[in-house]
């Protein structure tokens, strides 16, 4: 591949940049950027990229553009993007949640140009190009989205492409990885998110200092909870009807376990607890976690 | 001191085990364990504990009793010790709950007899004295129960025993002490149980391999699923009416959430967001969590 755009160059962003520079993925790396802040950081950086002041120099004659943004500014770059490109360039984007994304894309994108989206699942609680690295999406799932009028050349070469930056790829259409990430991923932040909150309105009432004593379990899920504010306000107002349904079987759950303890039902609380033991151990077996007590901390 | 007994040679009491024979906090350590499958495991890893097979072997000239089984048993051990405890011998736990173990303990326990409870706040997901380390307590918090009956001299004593075996100590009274942990403890595990169920639910109902994406979240929460069953029936069961508190409080933070979700309310997620983001930085400066992203796992 002879250019590629990144932009939005910020944790994943600048993972990717670092990888396909690596590995000699592309011959020219270009990135957008919009946050001045961002941009001294990827110059401190020596970030091996060409940074653009004009989408233009960044699109045009581009083989693949990347949006590494939240989903909220997809809509205003899609309407830039249209006056220069043309149908050599392939679109894609890494965003985690893709139904209400998917419908801006087909709505506001020029007709002729192929946009693939991608969702490469991998992340972390810190953002910025600073704690980008390039191992970022190495052996990590990266999903396709593919429907009946996803060109099947695009799809390979996207593939191929995420297969040089480390990944392991799946395709799957827009609903299925919407229903399947709002339980494996947008509902655990959702619930860190409340988790941390609720501690914080007992710590008001209770003038109890908690924080101190998190390392019961609240430490694990403030990690989460410490998710960039403005790529998970768009991942939950994208998928939110999946994700409202995903925290109705889950306060369906809780009002029954509740009951369980409240009635102090042994039989069905064991049977609860033993059922979901189970995952942590495919979860080890199938590599999606490392496979160390207490995630290795001591 | 002279002699210690260890009731339960599973995950922390075999920490306690490897740290008082290492640091010689006594000189003799005797080890009392029910199950079979555990004591053959303390005799492979040659644990520096000598087990006796009767309690009245361990308990008596003891100086210090600790029971590190789960809540559920102590009543049944208590009945057993009151046979040949003298007032000279200390007894402690490291219960993660007290309310109702302290009203057992109360109700159960030979007039005369001492037993000041404790809560050391360290752990794993992992059960059983394979996996005991003498660091198990080292820099964490251990909690010692106070109230206006607690002898200073005996609570000085376990206080000291607790510092050498590597904690910082803070006293507390049982209220106090339940409730705080009902939310950085109790509902995190209660809630990650839950998670993980509303997952294997949904597995059912959509026939998709979620598993296999857990790296988006789930993951995180697997970790705590994992933990002893027993244990934390017993938790809950110990701590219902706090517990149950703490549910509603969720459940109603949960509902606002969803509620901003649906109605696209941009100002209230962010502020939300951000607020709860505040807490991991005051964990990791607190030094109650390692400072690495995602738990520093790549």
Known sequence: MKKVLIIGCGLLGSSLVRRISRYKIAKKIFIYEKSKSN???IRRLKLPGIVVNSLEDGVVNSDLVILCTPISEYKKLIIKINKFISSKT?????GSSKIES???IKKFLKKGVQWIQSHPITGSEVSGPEHGKENMFKDKWCVLI???KTNSKNLKFLNSFWKKVGSKTIMMNVEKHDKIFSITS?????????LVKSAQDFEKIQKYDLIKYSAGGLRDFSRIAASNEIMWRDIFFDNKVNVSKAVDIFIKNLNSFKKD?????????????IQTKKVRSKILKLKQDINKP????N
Chains 1, 2 share one sequence.
């Open 186 to 194: 947008h509902l655990p932040h959702l619930i860190a998110y409340n």
């Open 39 to 41: 941009i001294s950081k």
């Open 294 to 297: 207490d995630f290795g901390r």
């Open 146 to 148: 593919k429907d009946k």
């Open 90 to 94: 392939i679109i894609t984007d890494i």
């Open 102 to 104: 998917s419908k801006i």
């Open 261 to 273: 303890i409240n009635s102090k039902n042994s039989k069905s609380i064991i049977k609860k607890l």
